[in-house]
């Protein structure tokens, strides 16, 4: 009689990719998504954490206005240096981090941050679960009692599970306790998503076929942008080669994002 086959071993939780989506605008904001992911880490997880992880700002503008210098729109105008630190971004969160990660946890305290709602949209519609948390004692949409704890219940159903919990930060001490209790539900709810790591390798469950345009699009943008690039955007030369390559496919990378215009009439404006 044959030996039964071995059950094949799943891969280790300390695999998991998390994109931790937060606003990241100020010291409060910075500091608790900072907290939460390195207490994530300590258990084992990798995290995201597009601050951290991505391109220091004002370098990547001084580099896409080096680079753009010898560019110009179809028009012959120049080229907008901030308007390229923003589709360089947008490309790096939404098209490269995004979705290779293997699920996201989103603060959706208020006021709640556009680029979180947006983020959590995209990683509903690519199939990654999503852990949206809540520590707010403001409440416009209902009431603390509600089942989303006053949360608009759009931003609230792109999430796959919704944790309220109330940290008030007496202390600092029972902060890092609150913290703590906080990473150890997160744990136990990923447990129970039972996910195999994607390796960094962008998968579309929810998508029988293939993404929609506008996603496979991103990609290859990401691609031409990021690829081989990532491991150094840290570095002068990795930033470089970004804004470089920016420049070069300028016209395509920009295609996907809003045409601004202004109104010929004068716009009248109403007194009350």
Not at 56 to 81: C, I, M, R, W, Y
Not at 148 to 155: E, I, V, W, Y
Not at 163 to 173: A, D, E, N, T, W
Not at 180 to 194: G, M, P, S, Y
């Amino acid at each position: 009689m044959s030996e039964p086959a071995a059950k094949k071993a799943k891969p280790a939780d300390k695999q998991l990719c998390i994109y931790m989506a937060s606003p990241l605008f100020c010291y409060r904001e910075t500091f608790a998504t900072i907290t939460l992911a390195e207490s994530l880490e300590e258990k084992g997880f990798k995290t995201i954490v597009p601050q951290r992880d991505g391109f220091v700002f004002a370098k990547l503008l001084q580099a896409l206005k080096t680079n753009l210098a010898t560019h110009k729109k179809e028009d012959g105008s120049s080229l907008d240096p901030m308007q390229a630190v923003y589709d360089v971004i947008y490309h790096l969160d939404m098209a490269e981090f995004l979705p290779k990660c293997d699920l996201v946890i989103a603060n959706i305290d208020e006021p709640p941050s556009p680029g979180v709602i947006v983020e959590i949209s995209y990683a509903k519609l690519m199939g990654i679960p999503v852990i949206g948390y809540r520590t707010e004692t403001r409440s416009p949409y209902g009431t603390l009692d509600d089942p989303l704890q006053g949360l608009h219940f759009f931003a609230g159903f792109q999430c796959d599970h919704f944790v309220k919990v109330f940290i008030p930060c007496p202390s600092l001490r029972e902060a890092k306790e609150d913290t703590e209790r906080l990473v150890q539900h997160f744990a136990k709810v990923i447990k129970q998503f039972d996910l195999t790591p994607k390796d960094g390798k962008p998968t579309f469950p929810l998508l029988e076929s293939s993404p929609p345009t506008l996603i496979t699009s991103l990609m290859d943008n990401a691609k031409t942008l990021f690829e081989g690039s990532t491991a150094n955007i840290h570095t002068e030369e990795g930033i470089q080669a970004v804004a470089k390559r920016y420049a070069d496919n300028h016209k395509a990378v920009s295609s996907l994002f809003t045409k601004l215009s202004t109104p010929d009439a004068k716009v009248t404006q109403i007194s009350f």
